[in-house]
T-cell receptor, first 111, second 115 residues
Framework: KNEVEQSPQNLTAQEGEFITINCSYS?????LHWLQQHPGGGIVSLFM???GKKKHGRLIATINIQEKHSSLHITASHPRDSAVYIC?????????????FGTGTRLQVFP | ETGVTQTPRHLVMGMTNKKSLKCEQH?????MYWYKQSAKKPLELMFV???????ENNSVPSRFSPECPNSSHLFLHLHTLQPEDSALYLC??????????????FGAGTRLSVL
C-alpha cells in the first residue's frame, strides 16, 4: 500500500462544476505538494502546504494535519483544467529530499 | 515554460544502444533531480544532485548513470536498458534540495521506449 493515496483515480466533470480531489497520507509530513501534469508530460507545482489553506485563482488547497488529509478544489471548472493532479508528501523523518508521490487523479472537464 | 528544458522529448532505443538524456535549467537553482514515471505508478525519484554533488541514489540500477557537470546541467546516461525501463523521465530543479523550503520545477520529460 502506497504511503500517499489519492481519490478518485479518474474524474469527469462538466464545465462549471466544482471539483474535489482527495489525498490521504500515512506518514508524518513536513509539507505536502499539489502538482499538475498536462498531457504533454510537463509538471507544474500548484501548492506547497504545511497547514491550513491556500488559494490561487480558482484553485484551493486545504490540509488537515491531524487527519492526515489534503484536498484540492477547483471552482468553476474549465476544459483547460483537464490534467493529472498529483499530491506528494515530504516525510518529516530524517534528512531526506525524497517526496512520496500519489498515483495521480486524471481529471477531464467537458464543455 | 518552466525554465527547465529536457532533450530529447522522445527517444527510441534498442537494448544494446547507449544514449544520454539532457536537462538544463535557467533558474539559478542549485538542486536537480531525475524522476521516472511509469504508467499507473507514482513518480519515482532516481537521483538528486545538490551543488553538483549527488545526495541521493534511490537504488537505481547501474545501467542508469547520472552526471552533473555544473548546477545548470544534468545528464542521464543510458546503456543496455531493458524494455521495462520504458517510461517518462522527468528532470526537476529547486532552489534548495529540501522540498519543504522550495518548490520543484519540472521539465516536460523525455518519453523513452526501449525495444
Amino acid at each position: 500500500k502506497n504511503e500517499v493515496e489519492q481519490s478518485p483515480q479518474n474524474l469527469t466533470a462538466q464545465e462549471g462544476e466544482f471539483i474535489t480531489i482527495n489525498c490521504s497520507y500515512s506518514v508524518g509530513i513536513s509539507a505536502l505538494h499539489w502538482l499538475q501534469q498536462h498531457p504533454g508530460g510537463g509538471i507544474v507545482s500548484l501548492f506547497m502546504l504545511s497547514s491550513g489553506k491556500k488559494k490561487h485563482g480558482r484553485l484551493i488547497a486545504t490540509i488537515n494535519i491531524q487527519e492526515k488529509h489534503s484536498s484540492l478544489h477547483i471552482t468553476a471548472s474549465h476544459p483547460r483544467d483537464s490534467a493529472v493532479y498529483i499530491c506528494a508528501a515530504l516525510p518529516r523523518r530524517g534528512n531526506t529530499d525524497k517526496l512520496i508521490f500519489g498515483t495521480g487523479t486524471r481529471l477531464q472537464v467537458f464543455p | 515554460e518552466t525554465g527547465v528544458t529536457q532533450t530529447p522529448r522522445h527517444l527510441v532505443m534498442g537494448m544494446t544502444n547507449k544514449k544520454s538524456l539532457k536537462c538544463e535549467q535557467h533558474l539559478g537553482h542549485n538542486a536537480m533531480y531525475w524522476y521516472k514515471q511509469s504508467a499507473k505508478k507514482p513518480l519515482e525519484l532516481m537521483f538528486v544532485y545538490n551543488f553538483k554533488e549527488q545526495t541521493e541514489n534511490n537504488s537505481v540500477p547501474s545501467r542508469f548513470s547520472p552526471e552533473c557537470p555544473n548546477s545548470s546541467h544534468l545528464f542521464l546516461h543510458l546503456h543496455t536498458l531493458q524494455p521495462e525501463d520504458s517510461a517518462l523521465y522527468l528532470c526537476a530543479s529547486s532552489q534548495d534540495s529540501r522540498p519543504q523550503r522550495g518548490i520543484q520545477y519540472f521539465g516536460a520529460g523525455t518519453r523513452l521506449s526501449v525495444l
